[in-house]
């Protein structure tokens, strides 16, 4: 989680509901298809964790401000990962600092001892950022755990906290995976710049050491799975990402990762940090959310959203390389309305085939073979997304929000995915080939469009599904 500037309010007492005020949902910017709080700030996703049905979002939360500072982990909860309910603040500042980023498991073996009941321990890593409160002037940056007994009901901080002592400046971050063939934890843990600690433990409790490893181009955040090749019976690799998403694929031996294939960019947008993926998720699915860092939310009474959760697949890539595909979990689909439907559309410049149609929030998934048209795309309440074509020896590209990404043609088609809500914007071309997520605000009273400029492209075909809250569904 990166620091910022501090910002100190009195510390209510423990127990404090995230949602003190009633919260209408349905404000000019709020998000009505992506996790934001009822009220005050919020940044990284924390702890997300999967058990007997439900799905644990934890989040870091500012619930006396929309300003960061003051950082608590708030807590929501859901069936589908889409539909959130948010509860009470579960981790408050202390003596030991404010509640920094970090991440959750569910510990089936027991082997922290902290089973009373039927139940499995959910335990939570946080980092204790000693210094960033008056209650916690001089104590370092350590990393902390807290339990749960009750299902993720409740949780307790472990009265022998820190479980890891300071290691260097400001260490942060802890993601703690199992590692089956060793039958230990391992913990990845941010140092400082883009070098991390991997450190291993046989119960939560206890930690050390064992591998330092710099990665360019990622700092802080970092995340650790295992995913199985698509196509490729038995293969499976480790993925390693840092805040911003970016990754590498290796493989781990027992004691070390070994990196194989160097960073590569799992999104182009510019609103996609601190990314994190859930634990313990069945049916060997790999889903991840970000916070969508840098969002406007003017005269608002909560600040910053989630990204939708991002399903995972990894593909063989090249010769001897590894990608990372990423599309909306299937969850989301559910939220459709009827669509409006066109099919093999001769497009022309100057003609909309949107003209009259109103909304706020879409799924729009279209086939498009850009013809002869030098640039084709959509404009959506005031934002374009642009597919460029071939031009002058350059590749083709999708271009938005000041930022461009090379996405080729498939036998002369390109595909676009598109989730458009009141303030975000979150683009899938070529079946997950490439993901560029935004924030925005939209222009009032600008309109939906699909246009095309020097030649004429086809539709070959498109779906715009309107979408229903999640906050009302």
């Known amino acids: 989680m990166t620091r910022r500037t501090l910002l100190h309010l009195p510390i209510a007492a423990a127990g404090l509901a995230a949602a003190e005020s009633p919260a209408r949902y349905d404000e000019k910017l709020r998000p009505q298809f992506h996790f934001s709080p009822a009220t005050g700030w919020t940044n990284d996703p924390n702890g997300l964790v999967f058990y007997k049905g439900q ?19 708030g807590h929501a909860v859901s069936t589908d990962m889409v539909h959130w309910k948010q509860g009470d603040n579960v981790l408050l500042p202390d003596k030991l600092g404010t509640m920094f980023s970090g991440s959750a498991v569910v510990d089936w073996t027991n082997s922290s001892g902290f089973q009373t009941g039927e139940d499995k321990p959910i335990v939570l890593f946080y980092t204790a950022a000693g210094g960033t409160s008056p209650e916690s002037k001089g104590q370092p940056f350590t990393q902390c755990i807290a339990y749960s007994s009750d299902g993720g009901k409740t949780f307790t901080k472990y ?96 004691r070390r990762f070994e990196p194989e294939v160097m960073t590569q960019a799992v999104q182009e947008g510019a609103n996609y940090y601190a990314v994190q993926t859930f634990s313990d998720l069945p049916g060997n699915r790999r889903v991840q959310m970000s916070w969508m860092s840098g969002g406007q939310y003017p005269g608002m009474p909560f600040s910053q959203q989630m990204s939708v959760p991002y399903e995972f697949r990894l593909r063989k890539h090249g010769y001897a390389s590894y990608k990372i595909f990423a599309t909306p979990i299937r969850e989301v689909e559910a939220l459709r309305g009827t669509p409006k439907t066109w099919s ?19 799924d729009i998934v279209a086939e498009i ?38 996405l080729a043609l498939n036998a002369g088609r390109v595909k676009l995915r598109i989730l458009l809500d009141r303030s975000s914007i979150e683009i899938f071309g070529n079946d997950g080939e490439l993901a560029m997520p935004f924030c925005f605000i939209p222009e009032d009273g600008a309109g939906l469009e699909l246009l095309t400029t020097g030649g004429e492209a086809k539709v070959v075909s498109l779906k715009m599904y309107p979408m229903t809250s999640i906050w009302r569904a």
């Open 369 to 406: 073979d850009p013809g002869s048209a030098r640039e084709v795309g959509f404009r959506l309440r005031g934002r374009t997304v642009t597919y460029r074509s071939n031009e002058k020896g350059r590749n083709n590209t999708l271009e938005t929000g000041g930022k461009s990404a090379p």
């Open 159 to 254: 009265a022998g906290n820190p479980v890891v002592p300071n290691i260097v400046g400001e260490n942060r971050d802890p993601k703690v995976v199992w590692h089956a063939p060793t039958r230990r934890w391992v913990m990845v843990l941010f140092l400082d710049g883009n070098t991390y600690g991997f450190l291993t433990s046989p119960d939560l409790k206890k930690w050390t050491l064992f591998q330092k490893i710099s990665i360019p181009k990622t700092s802080e955040c970092p995340d650790f799975f295992e995913m199985p090749v698509e196509n490729e019976p038995g293969v499976s690799k480790w993925v390693f990402t840092g805040a911003n998403g970016n990754y590498l694929v290796g493989s781990v031996d027992g």
């Open 55 to 73: 799905y644990h979002l934890f989040f870091q939360h500012n619930p006396f401000d929309v300003k960061w500072g003051n950082m608590t982990w």
């Open 344 to 362: 093999d559309v001769a497009l022309k410049p100057g003609e909309n085939p949107l003209a009259g149609i109103a909304g706020d929030g879409w």
